[in-house]
């Protein structure tokens, strides 16, 4: 493992590998080879240049086992960072028990990789050492694999999250059952394997009765299965039975019907349905209105008195940063108490405009408010702060 003392703001994109077994679908027995732009070379970056991890945690980051790594005495192992977003993929842990300490800067190593690969890392890493992740946190984060990666097998996503292939299986049924699903599986092997195996079935049929006395190995190869699968094949043969068992032709009759959305049941299932929406009304949407609110109806301290206490920091008043933030704020909050009587002499052909444009103001004000939220956590992890409502 090598080790920099020092390094600039990441901002390059490493191209990544290609498997020979498959080429956008490797091994995912080892991640770092699924998504091979790991570099273990180990940087010190200032902690306020991250962003929080898309934890698969689904209750946070634990305070006692942050306050656990930030009394220990030991340096804190490096965590991992997407190289592009800054965005922790594993050890948020560390990263909170640092500011604890009084770090302003922590050891990382970088990784690069999709939004979809960056949580499936974060998952496995999480699996397999620090804090373990609870069996709720696992079986959401399954169901988020299913969605983003449903081309791998269940036993490749129950490594990955640490469950079961049967867990997986049942989960992917509920979660996925109306969606197209795709018609190969990636193993752990990063082999790509049919859903439907009937046909590699028949194909080493066919190769056996043409050479009776060729090698499993060399049937399997041939017609895409593995050696067991041969080896059932020949032994079907033998009793004369068909190559194909009969369960799994009709498993794999309602996996082809489930993956084109046809129904083999019941094809008139969704007559219904399309009746109801061919002779269905459409449903009026209700215009948008203001609906002014007076200050006391709010939440919180009053602005105004907030803003007023922030202009007497020096911190913000001593420079051209600060005070323009000062000047956004007291805008804002000066605005604020006029509101209620601008919107009543707003004109109505004026009204569909402004609610644009209020929306698009909130929607700054919130995107702001979660960036100085994220700081927030790192700077002090346990402060209590208000939730930072979606726009």
Partial sequence: MRRSSAVAHPGARVSQPVSNAAPSHPPVDNLAAHTSGDNTTVVSVPMLSLRPADSPRLNGEDKAHIMRLAEAETPLPPILVDRRSMQVIDGMHRLMAASLRGQETIDVMFFEGNEADIFLRAVQENVTHGLPLSRADRRAAAERIIASHPHLSDRAIGQTAGLAAKTVAAIRKLSGESAPQPSVRVGRDGRVRPLDGRAGRRRAAELLAEQPDASLRDVARAAGISPATAFDVRKRLECGESPVPEKAAGRTDRASAASTGANPDNETADHGADADQDNGTAVPVPPLRIEPRSASGTTGPDPAATVEKLMRDPSLRNNEQGKSMLRLLHINAVGAKQLPDA???????????????????????????????????????????PPTRSA
């Fill in 343 to 385: 919107a009543e002499t707003v004109p109505p052909h004026c009204v569909a405009i402004i609610v644009q444009l209020a929306q698009q103001y909130a929607s700054m004000w919130q995107d702001c408010a979660r960036e100085l939220d994220r700081r927030a956590r790192i700077v002090d992890p346990f402060a209590s702060r």
